[in-house]
């Protein structure tokens, strides 16, 4: 292979930027042309491709979001659309094609590469470590961390007044943020959507802590379980009466640098994925399973489950005793 193109496509995840710039340097070291596309699939049919060198990538392993730009392509989803960006790679003479996101943009990838033949190789790029076929997602991590902060900093202000704080981070389909947030954090409960339950059960909960003298408590509620944390806080304030406040972190922790962990995972996965192609692998993610790289069927990703961490679950509901 002597030419491959690289995008980011769907959420953007802090780490990405890391991942491209394994992706150019490594094919720069193989002898291999490396074609950045901007705006993920939506930029791809409209033909918004160009070379990067390793210069190109100087200065960015340390920055969040994507140097490259990031999309939720509508087009793409049509059969038309996979067709004319297929003809602007044929027409660039790429051999192959990177995709650094989620579910959603390994769902494209895997449509070119069934209809129009064009090898693709999936990096997991995500915030919501929702991929099977790895341990971990890029962004993942740092999400945690930024989370976590915003988690501390609500504690001082809600143990100072005494209030029950509903915090919701992100985790559309998954609860592994909240998981690792709400152990971390202390939290008094959590909700995910891997195992919804009747938000009133907080009630309980708050209540029994109150009477062990606790007077402030954290929850924490991923974004995908019924109704969010305004359901829960809805459920407090009405079995209650206390003083509640919600938080919703939202996009802030799509943002910011990224942790060491995940530079290291982009760097790795980045190399992975240029050596994979040069291989002759195609349709599969590459991943980081055990501390090896693994290759998974970009179906599997999707169609496979990864569950959250049933111990970590146990261990963040017995720990608020
Ligand atoms: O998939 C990553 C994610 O951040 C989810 O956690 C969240 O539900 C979604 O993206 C938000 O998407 P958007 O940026 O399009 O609002």
């Known amino acids: 292979i002597k030419r491959i193109a690289v995008l980011t496509s769907g959420g953007d995840a802090p780490g ?40 190109d ?26 067709a004319k960006g297929a003809e602007v790679l044929r027409e660039w003479g ?23 033949g064009i090898p693709v190789i999936g990096i ?25 902060e915003a988690v501390d900093k609500l504690r001082d202000t809600g143990a100072s007044h005494e209030r ?26 959590v909700f995910i959507p891997e195992d919804p339950k009747p938000v009133e059960s907080v009630v309980k909960i708050v209540k029994e ?7 402030g408590s954290i929850i924490i509620v991923a974004e995908g379980h019924p109704g969010g944390a305004q359901a829960v806080a809805d459920a407090l304030a009405e079995g ?26 982009a760097s790795r996965l980045g190399e992975a994925a240029v050596f994979a192609l040069m291989e002759g692998e195609k349709g599969v993610m590459v991943g980081r399973t055990g501390g090896g790289i693994t290759y998974t069927p970009l179906h599997e990703t999707w169609e496979k489950r990864k569950d959250v961490s049933r111990d970590l679950y146990r261990c963040a509901l017995s720990l608020s005793v």
């Not at 990538?57 to 996979?82: F, M």
């Not at 099977?132 to 930024?146: C, K, L, M, P, S």
């Open 57 to 82: 990538v100087a200065n960015i392993i340390q920055r969040g979001g994507t140097i490259l730009l990031t999309a939720r392509s509508r087009t793409w989803r049509s059969p038309e659309g996979r």
């Open 16 to 55: 990405m930027n890391a991942a491209i710039r394994a992706v150019v340097r490594t094919g720069a070291q193989q002898g291999i042309e490396v074609v950045g596309v901007r705006r993920g699939f939506s930029g791809l049919h409209r033909g918004e491709l160009q070379v990067l060198g390793p210069r």
């Open 164 to 189: 029950i704080f509903v915090i919701e981070v992100m985790g559309r389909h998954a609860g592994h943020i909240a998981l690792d947030v709400a152990v971390a954090g202390g939290a008094e409960e």
């Open 124 to 148: 997991p790029g995500t915030i919501d470590n929702d991929l099977y076929g790895t341990d971990h997602t890029i962004g993942y991590f740092t999400a945690v961390e930024t989370a976590l």
């Open 209 to 215: 802590s109150v009477t062990k003298g606790k007077m």
């Open 94 to 116: 790429i051999d192959g094609l990177i995709v650094i996101g989620g579910d959603g943009s390994f769902h494209g990838a895997y449509y070119l590469q069934e209809e129009h």
């Open 240 to 265: 209650t009466g206390l003083e509640t406040r919600v938080s919703i972190l939202g996009h802030i922790q799509r943002g910011g640098s990224p942790v060491s962990s995940d530079r290291v995972l």
